[in-house]
C-alpha cells in the first residue's frame, strides 16, 4: 500500500516508533483502569437520568470531548507519563464509554441467566451475546471512521450501531416474563444500558452531520 492510500484525517496513527511490547501493554493497562473508572462511576449513579454526563464530568470530559476526532486533553494525563505519549482510539471518550457499557452489559446478561435461573435458552443467550458484541463493534468502528476523517463512514458504522440497539432491545422483549420478573433488576440495567449506547449514537452522528457540513 502506497502512502497516498491511506486516509487522510487528524489522526496520522504515527504512535511512537520507538515503544516495544512493554510500553504498549503497559498503555493498554491504563486503558483499562479508564474503562473501568468510567464504568464505576456510571454503576454510582446508574439510577440517575443524566448519568451518562454526570460520569462524563467525573472522568474530566468537556462536552467538545465527545465530538468526532476529538480526544480528550486530559487522557491518560497521569504523572510520570511520557510527554510525546502516543494519542490512539483507545483514548477517546467515546471509545472508552464504548468499552465500559460493554462490559455492563455482558455481566447483566450474565445476572440474567443467574437470576432466572438459567431458564434463557442457550440460543436467546447466544443471539443476546451476538447483538452486544455487534453493538460495541460498530461504535468503536465508528470512532475509527472519525479519527480517520471519514465522516460518512462513521455514520453508516453508527447507523448499524442503531440497528444492532434495535434489535439487542427486541431480544429483551422477546424474553418470557416469568425470566423478566424473576430477573428484574438486571433487565432493567440492560435496557437501560443498551438506551445509553442508543443515545451515544445519536450524540455521535448529529457530531458527524455537524461536522460535514463544515467542510
Known amino acids: 500500500m502506497h502512502d497516498g492510500d491511506q486516509p487522510q484525517g487528524e489522526f496520522d496513527g504515527s504512535g511512537n516508533a520507538s515503544w516495544g511490547e512493554a510500553d504498549w501493554a503497559n498503555y493498554l493497562h491504563r486503558n483499562d483502569l479508564e474503562v473501568a473508572r468510567f464504568l464505576s462511576y456510571y454503576n454510582e449513579i446508574k439510577t440517575l437520568p443524566d448519568r451518562l454526563?454526570?460520569?462524563?464530568?467525573?472522568?474530566?470530559?468537556?462536552?467538545?470531548?465527545?465530538?468526532?476526532?476529538?480526544?480528550?486533553?486530559?487522557?491518560?494525563?497521569?504523572?510520570?507519563?511520557?510527554?510525546?505519549?502516543?494519542?490512539?482510539?483507545?483514548?477517546?471518550?467515546?471509545?472508552?464509554?464504548a468499552r465500559a457499557l460493554g462490559i455492563q452489559l455482558a455481566a447483566s446478561l450474565d445476572i440474567l441467566n443467574r437470576d432466572a435461573n438459567h431458564s434463557?435458552?442457550?440460543?436467546?443467550?447466544?443471539?443476546?451475546?451476538?447483538?452486544?458484541?455487534?453493538?460495541?463493534?460498530?461504535?468503536?468502528?465508528?470512532?475509527?471512521?472519525?479519527?480517520t476523517g471519514d465522516m460518512s463512514l462513521a455514520l453508516v458504522h453508527m447507523k448499524r450501531g442503531l440497528s444492532a440497539i434495535n434489535h439487542a432491545i427486541g431480544l429483551v422483549s422477546q424474553l418470557e416474563a416469568a425470566v423478566r420478573m424473576s430477573a428484574a433488576e438486571a433487565t432493567a440495567d440492560i435496557e437501560n444500558t443498551l438506551f445509553d449506547l442508543r443515545e451515544i449514537c445519536l450524540r455521535v452522528m448529529a457530531d458527524c452531520r455537524w461536522d460535514g457540513s463544515r467542510n
Open 120 to 147: 434463557i435458552t442457550a440460543t436467546e443467550a447466544g443471539k443476546l451475546m451476538h447483538s452486544v458484541w455487534e453493538v460495541e463493534h460498530q461504535i468503536i468502528m465508528a470512532i475509527n471512521a472519525t479519527d
Open 53 to 97: 454526563d454526570i460520569s462524563a464530568r467525573r472522568m474530566g470530559w468537556e462536552n467538545a470531548d465527545w465530538g468526532p476526532g476529538d480526544p480528550a486533553e486530559d487522557a491518560n494525563d497521569d504523572a510520570g507519563d511520557s510527554p510525546d505519549l502516543p494519542y490512539c482510539i483507545h483514548q477517546h471518550p467515546v471509545y472508552i464509554v
